[in-house]
């Protein structure tokens, strides 16, 4: 900025010296315009993830799927020590982005509470709820389709019941064109279009295929179904894009060592290729094939051999071993991982160390998976409470953590 400044100095000067005439007057318009136009620039830019200035946009996302159903059970949660919606801590602690999960009927998230069951989570109207406070304050969102009406990964892919008798491929591709379109379209209504819609959840061997009946199309790519698994993802795709062509598409597989091998397959076979983002998760305790110090590379081959861009749309870290209910934990048994101990600054320290990552490589940003899985007296198949809390970007209190603060960092 200096030598801008000096260049332009000297050059207005020695005109001076050499026409001394009114000229001089249309000089020195014409430098201080300038001089204003580069202290406009700067002020023009504006701080993104986590307060880093850059041209390129990077997302800080967290998976609130489960918020609407604590809340409603006794969940609580505070911020410096005030009480308030989840919503807004994300959003006044940096976050951008809310990642919300969407199931095709799930009746059984009604049935666990019995006689207490007032409603369904995680259908449509529940999901349509989230939207509305997450755009309330100002973040965007991702929908993520399951194709279920339970939980689909990459060990399970169970077919939604209304779906279960069908046993023509058309009419597959067909009923999940129309059940992606109208869903967006509904949204699309109430002004509630996401804008990002992620095509199924840890599909590395298909969907729509755990517990298939005789004569059910099933898309299983481990089975080599690579075509069958194509079509129903591309029906889905056209449904999006026949609703907006702005929504960003996303597909997802777990754990980075799985990238190359699906996208592959899935764009040479399946012939599917108009996506926009390469969406992985990333649990340091579980996909260790890939180390950490190494996200960035693979990151960076992602993007240059299939020119889209890339997100971990999934990951976490325990800050305890302890729990704070009944409800067994998923994590903490594990080693920890080497530098990063299960406390409140490892699990910031490894959550900045990921963002960094993934920043390196070139990423689009970086998403924790259900931060506000607080206990409270909420149901899921497995248990009462939560099997998260220690994962949790908050205390046993319902105050937000250290691990909170990787968000709002300023990286370089």
């Not at 109430?190 to 061997?205: R, W």
Request: proline content about 4%; overall charge negative; hydrophobic content about 35%.
């Amino acid at each position: 900025m200096l030598l801008k400044f000096n260049l332009i100095y000297e050059l207005t000067l020695e005109q001076y010296k050499m026409r001394h005439d009114t000229n001089i007057t249309i000089y020195l318009v014409i430098f201080f315009s300038l001089l204003f136009f580069i202290q406009c620039s700067e002020k023009d830019e504006t701080p993104s993830g986590g307060g880093q200035v850059t041209d390129d946009p990077f997302y800080f996302g967290v998976d609130l799927s489960y918020v609407n159903q604590i809340l409603d059970h006794g969940g609580i949660y505070k911020d410096g020590g005030a009480r308030r919606t989840p919503y807004r801590i994300f959003l006044d602690n940096g976050a951008d982005l809310v990642r919300l999960r969407l199931w095709h009927n799930p009746t059984w998230t009604k049935d666990v509470y019995g006689n207490d069951g007032q409603q369904l989570y995680n259908d449509l109207k529940d999901v349509e709820q989230a939207i509305a406070l997450s755009k309330q304050h100002e973040m965007q969102v991702l929908l993520d389709f399951h194709y279920s009406d339970t939980w689909a990964d990459p060990d399970t892919q169970e077919i939604p019941a209304a779906w279960i008798n069908i046993t023509d491929p058309d009419i597959l591709e067909d009923s999940v064109y129309n059940y992606t379109f109208k869903t967006l379209k509904y949204l699309d209504k109430k002004g509630l279009l996401p804008d990002f819609v992620q095509i199924g959840n840890e599909i590395n061997c298909g969907m729509l295929y755990s517990n298939a009946p005789t004569g059910f199309p099933t898309c299983n790519a481990c089975d080599g179904q690579w075509k069958e698994l194509g079509d129903v993802i591309n029906s889905a795709i056209k449904a999006v894009r026949d609703v907006s062509s702005e929504t960003k598409i996303i597909l997802h597989v777990a754990d980075p060592k799985n990238v190359e091998w699906w996208f592959d397959n899935v764009q040479a076979i399946g012939l599917v290729t108009d996506y926009d983002i390469i969406g992985f998760s990333y649990y340091p305790l579980w996909h260790t094939t890939v180390s950490i110090p190494k996200l960035s590379d693979n990151i960076s081959n992602f993007k240059s051999k299939y020119g889209k861009e890339v997100m971990i749309l999934e990951t976490a870290y325990p800050w305890t071993k302890e729990g704070n209910d009944n409800y067994s934990n998923i994590f903490g048994d594990q080693d920890p991982v080497p530098g990063f101990e299960f406390t409140p600054v490892g699990q910031f320290e490894i959550l900045k160390k990921l963002t960094e990552e993934v920043k390196a490589g070139g990423g689009l940003g970086i998403i924790y998976w259900e931060p506000a899985w607080i206990s409270s007296d909420m149901k899921d198949l497995w248990g009462t409470g939560s099997a998260w809390e220690n994962c949790a970007l908050f205390d046993f209190n319902g105050e937000t953590n250290l691990g909170i603060d990787f968000i709002s960092t300023n990286y370089q």
